[in-house]
């Protein structure tokens, strides 16, 4: 910040220290910018998160031809490696699509993770069935069965009120 040379005097070490505090003031000044930039921008991304709109139709590419499944229509989606099998009424069409964004753009409202390879659509949803104390099954209105872990277990009882 500064250096003094001999011989000093008194005033030379008041200009030192007054540098050396100005250069303090100025870098706590700039760490506050930062951190006040760091929380807008976290809180601006907060805000979009919580606007973020969830998908209504899923789209079904093949050859040449695009159809769109409903949401509202699927009974409940199943994984299959690099697909996803998704079942509506009695019907099994395959998507190209990872479970994981299938998860994020679904309405956590209408859509619940059972397991790591099914998600359910909670208005299909008839019953839980125990096997046993560490097996729990998704009874689906049309009688399809879906893997409930344990895990998950409390979070889909509470969005179901139970």
């Known amino acids: 910040v500064d250096y ?5 005097s008194q005033e030379r070490i008041h200009q030192a220290l007054n540098r050396v505090i100005d ?4 870098d706590f000044l700039i760490k506050k910018s930062k951190d006040y930039e760091n929380l807008l921008f976290a809180l601006s991304d907060s805000a979009q998160s919580q606007e973020k709109s969830f ?5 079904v590419k093949s050859i040449g031809k695009t ?3 409903d949401v509202e229509d699927i009974l409940f989606i199943e994984a299959a490696d690099q697909y996803v099998n998704v079942f509506v009424s ?6 190209r699509e990872s ?8 309405d956590p409202e209408e859509f619940f993770r059972t397991h790591r390879s099914y ?3 909670l208005s299909q949803v008839e019953a839980i069935e125990n096997v046993d104390k560490h097996i729990s099954l998704v009874v689906l209105k049309n009688g ?8 998950r277990k409390p979070y889909f009882k509470e969005k179901m009120g139970i």
């Open 99 to 106: 479970m994981e964004k299938l998860d994020k753009t679904l």
């Open 4 to 8: 003094i040379l001999k011989p000093y």
């Open 90 to 95: 009695n019907k099994k069409i395959v998507v």
């Open 67 to 69: 159809s769109f499944i």
């Open 55 to 59: 998908i209504k139709r899923i789209a």
């Open 23 to 26: 250069r303090l003031e100025k």
């Open 144 to 151: 399809e069965k879906v893997k409930l872990t344990n895990n």
């Open 119 to 121: 998600i359910v659509n």
